[in-house]
């Protein structure tokens, strides 16, 4: 198994370009999220999903953009990028079974706006 | 709200020293969970905690949850230069993980 794969590793955009980050895992877990991660904020929820056909906002939402059309498959666009969007960004994928949960993430993308 | 503090931000430690990090909650958790992330890498899961006053252990990791499931530590015994990265705890909601702003553990040979 891949685990949760992330693509690309590094990308460098300038400021209104748009793009999408691909995430894809091959877990069959229903749960997929895209995080992103800035020097001493640790990792902040962007928007998750909870199965195909299925998403909802998490705490810094705006500017982004996803959809769930396959349990595998969880990209996220970025529609307009701005410089404060310079960040690593995960995506994650988790199971739940009973109480026992566990996040497993991508190896990350790592995003300069200019 | 739903997040986790988590003290202290950074530590530098020599190798051979003991480290811990805790992670302080003003509601009651479900549960906790800690995570690790090597330089340049990626949070890799390593425990979660469910019940009050909970400790578990791996090799020199010990991992505890509050009596009041209000707060967390991790104490790492001797740490060694493979244990330099951040830490993480995350508490689970409602399909959502919430993180904690880490501990970066520096260690000194």
């Known amino acids: 198994n891949a685990g949760v794969t992330q693509t690309p590793k590094f990308q460098v955009l300038k400021t209104g370009q748009s793009m999408t980050l691909q995430c894809a895992q091959d877990m069959n877990h229903e749960y997929m999220s895209w995080y992103r991660q800035d020097p001493g904020m640790g990792l902040r929820l962007i928007h998750y999903?909870?199965?195909?056909?299925?998403?909802d906002q998490g705490e810094v939402p705006n500017g982004y953009n996803v959809s769930r059309s396959t349990t595998e498959d969880f990209p996220l666009r970025l529609l307009s990028a701005a410089p404060s969007q310079t960040s690593v960004y995960f995506c994650a994928s988790s199971y739940l079974s009973g109480r026992n949960t566990e996040a497993f993430f991508g190896q990350g993308t790592r995003l300069t706006v200019v | 709200g739903q997040q986790v503090m988590q003290i202290p931000q950074y530590q530098h430690v020599q190798e051979g020293e003991d480290f811990t990090t805790y992670c302080n909650s003003s509601t009651t958790l479900s549960n906790i969970q800690w995570y690790k992330q090597r330089p340049g890498g990626h949070p890799v899961f390593l425990i979660q905690l469910v019940k009050s006053g909970e400790v578990k252990k791996q090799k020199r990791l010990t991992f505890q949850f509050g009596e009041a499931k209000k707060n967390s530590s991790l104490h790492i015994t001797a740490t060694q230069t493979t244990d330099v990265g951040t830490y993480f705890c995350a508490r689970y909601n409602f399909n959502k993980f919430y993180f904690g702003s880490g501990t970066k553990l520096n260690v000194k040979p």
């Open positions: 999903s909870v199965g195909a056909g299925i998403t």
